[in-house]
C-alpha cells in the first residue's frame, strides 16, 4: 500500500499502517488523559475501564488492562484516597474486594470520556463528510476483527511452544 504524505510517497504494509494509526491514536489519548483531573494515565484507564465495564475485582481489572497488579494495587489506592473509588466486599467471593466508582469518579470518568469522545469527532471531522460514515462502518468492522483475533485459537502463536 502506498501512502501519501505531505507529497512524499513511502511504502507501508497494511501492517505497518495499522500499527502507525494505532501509535497516533494512542498518542492523542495520552495527551488527553495528561489533562485529566487525576495523577496518571494509569488512574485515567481505571475510571473509563469502571465506567464502561461497571465494578470488577483488581484481578478482573488487571486483565482488562493489561497492566501489572501491583501496579494497578497502587493506582487504585490512589484512587480510593481522592474519593473515586472504593472498595467494596465482592457479593459472591468474600476474599475478593470490587473496585465501584464513586459518585465523583463517575462524574471525572464522564468528563473524560466526554473529552475523549470530543477529540474522535475532531479526528473524523478531518475527514470528507462522504468519507466519515464508511470510517466508522470500517472501524466498528476493525474492532470486531480485533476482537475475534484476540479471542481466537490463534492469539498467541507467537508464544506457544513449537510441537
Request: net charge negative; aromatic share 2%; glycine share 6%.
Amino acid at each position: 500500500m502506498t501512502v501519501v504524505t505531505d507529497n512524499n510517497t513511502t511504502e507501508q504494509t497494511t501492517g505497518e499502517l495499522l500499527r502507525s494509526v494505532t501509535r497516533l491514536f494512542s498518542t492523542l489519548q495520552q495527551q488527553n488523559f495528561a489533562c485529566c483531573d487525576v495523577n496518571s494515565a494509569t488512574q485515567c484507564s481505571i475510571l473509563t475501564t469502571l465506567r464502561r465495564g461497571g465494578g470488577q475485582t483488581l484481578s478482573g481489572l488487571t486483565r482488562a488492562l493489561n497492566l501489572d497488579k501491583a501496579w494497578l494495587s497502587r493506582s487504585t489506592d490512589d484512587l480510593v484516597t481522592q474519593g473515586l473509588i472504593v472498595k467494596a466486599p465482592h457479593p459472591s467471593d468474600r476474599r475478593a474486594l470490587q473496585l465501584e466508582l464513586t459518585e465523583a469518579g463517575r462524574d471525572a470518568a464522564r468528563e473524560l470520556d466526554d473529552t475523549l469522545n470530543a477529540q474522535a469527532a475532531r479526528v473524523l471531522s478531518r475527514l470528507g463528510p462522504a468519507d466519515r460514515p464508511q470510517a466508522v462502518r470500517l472501524l466498528a468492522a476493525l474492532a470486531g476483527a480485533l476482537q475475534a483475533e484476540l479471542n481466537g485459537p490463534d492469539a498467541l502463536t507467537c508464544c506457544a511452544p513449537e510441537s
